[in-house]
């Protein structure tokens, strides 16, 4: 497997720091907690660091290079099934839909966790329970992230697990 590409240090320390602090807060950090709120700040500043970097960075990180498509993400996996090739550098079209549907989940995720301890949002059971659904469904979207990663570097034989380490 080869992979000449790496993303740069700004892209690889936020998705660590996202990915680490998630996992935390989902597995260990008891619910409620100082550290889950935390953890849940320093995620949401990371993937705000992210995307703003996103919007000056001249690179495969510029956000405008990677829009999400549905359309274009389908025909990527024909293309990738068919001549099991991936010739995009950074996000190809299926990953950037899966980028863009994970930042909307920890975005929506942190808010509504933020809102909980807000005085207007108190003690709301119906938010509370719609901070629980989008951690699920954060967690099945990395899920399929990471199996997708490893799928994907199988088939075509591109690293692409490598571009994201140090």
Known sequence: MTN???WDWVVRATHWMV???FFANFFALEEGSD???WAGYLILLSVGIRLLWGLVVQSPARLSRFLPSPLAAVSHLKEV???RQDRHLGHNPAGAVMIWLLWGLIIATAVSGWLMGSDM???E???EETHEVFANLTFIAVAVHLSAVILM???NRKNYIQSMLP
């Open 153 to 155: 570097s199988k088939w």
């Open 121 to 123: 949002f108190w003690g």
């Open 125 to 127: 059971e119906w938010l």
């Open 81 to 83: 099934l068919s001549e």
């Open 4 to 6: 000449t590409f790496k």
């Open 19 to 21: 990915a680490l602090l």
């Open 35 to 37: 550290l889950h709120k």
